[in-house]
């Protein structure tokens, strides 16, 4: 009797591609005032596509992370991911891991050769990257799982080759040389939220 679900959460929560490698929690955002950040005004990068939108903050590079000799060798933190996926676009839990997983392998793809780009473009800053799923995927039979995740992935390429692009053109350039008049705030300096104090 219960055969069934079991294997078609199983089905559901399958990646695009085969394999997993350890990514490094340095990779990653974690902490809640990190992901805050991104909605911030002065949040300078954005794109998206139908289902999948990304959002990019250049920071600083701190003293810690010298300026690497090699294109990119300046090590994982040098370009962080962050990936959210609220209930409100995927209310199966199933396929909001799903999508999750798919954004994460997009990420271990590509953040090696961000890494390099930024290197050699920008060597004083640093990225921190936000993947979101922003629209509500297909409901179950409106269109067959395989080729939605296919959409997720290649969505997540896309944004991913766009960014890697601009990271050589005078658009990141301006703006990672100016200076906003609300500038950035570093999540890295930014505490975590202390819970309010329940009376007696």
């Known amino acids: 009797m219960h055969g069934a679900p079991r294997a078609a959460s199983a089905s559901l929560s399958e990646t695009v591609l ?3 490698s350890v990514w490094s929690k340095r990779q990653r955002l974690l902490r809640a005032p990190e992901f805050s950040c991104f909605t ?5 990068w954005r794109a998206s596509r139908s289902w999948i939108a990304m959002s990019v903050l250049i920071l600083p590079r701190p003293p810690s992370m010298a300026v690497p000799a090699t ?3 300046a090590g ?3 370009v962080r991911f962050g990936i959210t996926v609220s209930r409100r676009q995927a209310r199966r839990a199933v396929v909001r891991n ?23 473009t920008l060597p004083a800053r640093r990225l921190d990257v ?5 629209a509500p995927l297909p409901q179950a039979g409106a269109a067959p799982w395989g080729a939605v995740k296919t959409g997720v992935r290649r969505e997540a390429d896309s944004l991913m080759d766009q960014l890697q692009g601009q990271l050589g ?32």
């Open 18 to 20: 085969p394999g997993r």
């Open 40 to 44: 911030h005004p002065q949040a300078p």
């Open 71 to 73: 294109p990119g060798s």
């Open 76 to 78: 994982p933190e040098a």
């Open 98 to 120: 799903a999508v999750k997983r798919i954004l994460r392998e997009a990420a271990r793809h590509a953040a090696a050769d961000l890494t390099r780009q930024l290197d050699a």
């Open 130 to 134: 936000l993947l979101r799923l922003k």
């Open 169 to 200: 053109g005078p658009l990141f350039a301006r703006m990672a040389g100016g200076a906003p008049s609300r500038p950035v705030p570093d999540p890295a300096r930014i505490p975590d939220p202390v819970p309010p104090l329940r009376g007696n």
